[in-house]
Each structure stands twice: as C-alpha cells, then as structure tokens.
C-alpha cells in the first residue's frame, strides 16, 4: 500500500507541474519560480528513478520489474520518435531530443554488449 501512495504522489505532482507550464505560466515565469519548478523536477526525475529498485523477494518481482523497465524505455523511446518526427515537419529541431533519442540507445547497446561478453 505504501508503494501505490507513493506512486500517486509522483503521478499527482508532474501532473500539477505539467498543468501549471501547459496554462501558459511558463512564459512569465521569474529567475525565482524558474529555479523552483528546475528542483522539483530534478527530485521528481530522482525519486521516479528510484521507483521498484527495492529489494526483491522472488523471481516474479524480478520479472515484474524488468518488465516494467522495458515498457517505461519503450514508451520513451516513442514519445521522443515521435517528437523529433513532429518537428521535422516544422523544420525546426530541438537537438535535445535528438540527444536523448541516441543516449537511451548507446545505453542500451553498451548495456547489452557488456552483459553478454560478462558471461
């Protein structure tokens, strides 16, 4: 239960960040309330990054996990497609995209080169 409570929390908390930047507030934003929203989001990228790496009891939670992990990469990879994909229409590209696109990637194929030639 004190996993769902925390979760709810996170998905509660980027949804008010999201809906305060998407109601046009961000345009007017001072040095202040910048710097602020920066940190949240920073302990929001920390504490998602820390959600299900806890100690694991069986095999079940293992795959869980993995699973889990899979379908979180797989959905960042399409948002990022499908953003760089956007932009090309407009001819304009914001390259952090782009980079973001290549080190999920390079992550993955460094991950798995090394994990195979570690057996």
């Keep these: 239960m004190k996993n769902i ?3 709810l929390l996170l998905l509660v908390f ?4 999201a809906g305060f930047l998407i109601m046009g507030r961000a345009d007017s934003m001072g040095m ?3 710097v602020g929203v920066s940190a949240g989001l920073v302990l929001y990228a920390v504490a998602m990054s820390l ?7 069986d095999e079940r939670e293992v795959l869980h996990r993995n699973l889990s ?4 990469l797989i959905a960042g ?11 090309l229409f407009t001819h304009r590209i914001d ?3 782009l980079a973001g696109l290549i080190v999920i990637n390079l992550t993955k ?8 030639e570690k057996k």
């Excluded at 980027?14 to 960040?17: G, K």
């Excluded at 990879?77 to 932009?87: C, N, P, T, W």
């Design 69 to 72: 992990n899979r379908a979180g």
């Design 77 to 87: 990879l399409v948002i990022l497609s499908v953003g760089i994909i956007a932009q």
């Design 5 to 7: 409570i925390y979760y």
């Design 95 to 97: 390259y952090w995209l």
């Design 14 to 17: 980027i949804a008010l960040v």
């Design 32 to 34: 202040g309330q910048m």
């Design 109 to 116: 194929i460094i991950s798995l080169i090394f994990l195979n």
């Design 51 to 57: 959600v299900g790496e806890g100690k694991t009891l």
